[in-house]
């Protein structure tokens, strides 16, 4: 029995497939910022099965460089470990990879914890150490909006924001008006620090200039402030920017680096900074539960993360911008973005055709449609998801080749190709 091919057009209509977009409700509100949920996290992978349950088509996964899966050589670094008691700090393989980790960032020491929510909620709780303690950040940060308010939920420390510009920057002088000047009058929080994100999520991996990332050192430095950096992709920016990362985190006193995105490892943050912060975030790490014994098993993907993955980054970011590319020679026009924002593995683009939403666009690329087969030779499923300010977001990865990136460019051609004549007929 040959595979059963339902038309793009039906099946977006259906909730129960497990299609990328969500009731219209849920994704308008996602796309504006306003759903209580990411709208790309409460969504399941999409399945098309063929005869016998097998799957037919060739799937292309552009949701987030978090799908990335351990190789060969990771796994084998997995299973030959030597472990010891981390909370005693007797595994010798997670000594050596916070070894390795603060001699990269040129940091005095560094603390493996188990995820990038836990590392910079630590870091708030080291830096802002008495409740009603106040940190500025950015209002579209990853760390404001997508963390659950942690700093304040469980370490009692107040958030002020600054308007994030589409660099993933501040304005200084918006910047310097949030440092308050009032402590220790009772009716004020006191400023304790500053957080930037490089690179930037929510504006599609944009790379924070180093002279923007002195100038803020400069700012706190005046005032007294520390500096945070969630460096969950820093290893990208410094890809792109043709530098050391130590040479972009000498203008910070701490820094989170993901070891389970891009570099891929399949858990893990490396948090860095002074011995002292290191000790007191030694037991912040304790009290939130991420106390590891025998770690050094998930250590040893670290260390390859950091040895030998991160030179092939530069493969995301090419084969992200031919993507792009390719979405801006679609003719006619279709999709809208500034190619020199493309600068790393995040790809966040919008849809020029007001009737074709990121959500419909995004499940018309995640389904097999009718036609796909005989106009493609096969069918492709691209998962993406609608993003902030009505775009759609793709991120490459490890687990993406050139190959991949050609097939999701021409289901992104079909794609259009099929709305326009759509379009053609209801006219």
Not at 253 to 267: D, E, N, Q, W
Request: aromatic residues 6%; hydrophobic residues 40%; charged residues 20%.
């Amino acid at each position: 029995m040959s595979l059963k091919i339902f038309s793009c057009r039906i099946l977006s209509k259906l909730s129960n497939q497990g299609i990328v977009a969500a009731s219209k409700r849920d994704a308008a509100a996602a796309v504006l910022g306003r759903s209580s949920v990411r709208g790309y996290y409460n969504t399941g992978r999409p399945r098309f099965a063929g005869p016998d349950g097998a799957a037919q088509v060739r799937v292309v996964d552009l949701r987030s460089d978090t799908v990335t899966k351990p190789g060969p050589a990771m796994r084998q670094a997995m299973a030959e470990a030597e472990v010891g008691d981390d909370v005693m700090g007797e595994d010798p393989t997670v000594n050596e990879l916070q070894k390795i980790a603060a001699d990269m960032f040129g940091m005095e020491a560094a603390l493996f914890v188990p995820t990038g929510t836990m590392s910079n909620l630590i870091a708030v709780m080291v830096h802002c150490r008495e409740r009603g303690d106040e940190m500025i950040v950015g209002d579209l940060s990853h760390l404001h909006i997508y963390e659950q308010g942690g700093s304040a939920q469980l370490a009692g420390v107040h958030s002020t924001t600054v308007t994030t510009l589409p660099s993933g920057t501040f304005d200084l002088e918006q910047l310097e008006s949030k440092i308050r000047h009032g402590y220790p009058d009772p009716h004020y929080p006191r400023s304790r620090l500053i957080c930037v994100e490089n690179t930037h999520n929510i504006q599609g991996g944009r790379v924070l200039p180093l002279t923007f990332l002195q100038e803020v050192r400069a700012l706190a430095d005046r005032y007294g402030l520390s500096v945070h950096m969630d460096g969950a992709r820093v290893m990208n920016a410094a890809v792109a920017q043709g530098v050391s990362p130590s040479t972009i985190l000498q203008h910070t006193h701490t820094v989170s680096v993901c070891l389970s995105k891009g570099l891929g490892a399949p858990v893990g943050t490396m948090l860095a900074g002074p011995q002292d912060f290191i000790a007191h975030a030694v037991r912040c790490r304790k009290a939130l539960g991420g106390g590891m014994r025998q770690a050094g098993i998930l250590a040893a993907a670290g260390k390859v993360s950091l040895l030998d993955m991160v030179g092939r980054l530069k493969d995301d970011h090419c084969n992200a911008k031919t993507f792009a590319q390719a979405l801006l020679d679609c003719d006619p026009p279709l999709f809208a973005m500034d190619m020199a924002a493309v600068e790393t593995n995040i790809l966040r683009f919008r849809l020029a055709e007001p009737s074709l939403t990121p959500s419909e666009f995004c499940a018309r690329m995640g389904q097999v449609c009718e036609g796909e087969e005989a106009a493609l030779g096969q069918g492709i499923q691209v998962l993406m998801y609608p993003h902030f300010g009505n775009s759609v977001r793709a991120v490459w990865h490890l687990g993406i080749s050139p190959e991949d990136t050609q097939l999701a460019i021409r289901k992104m051609q079909f794609v259009a190709s099929q709305y326009l004549k759509e379009k053609l007929r209801a006219q």
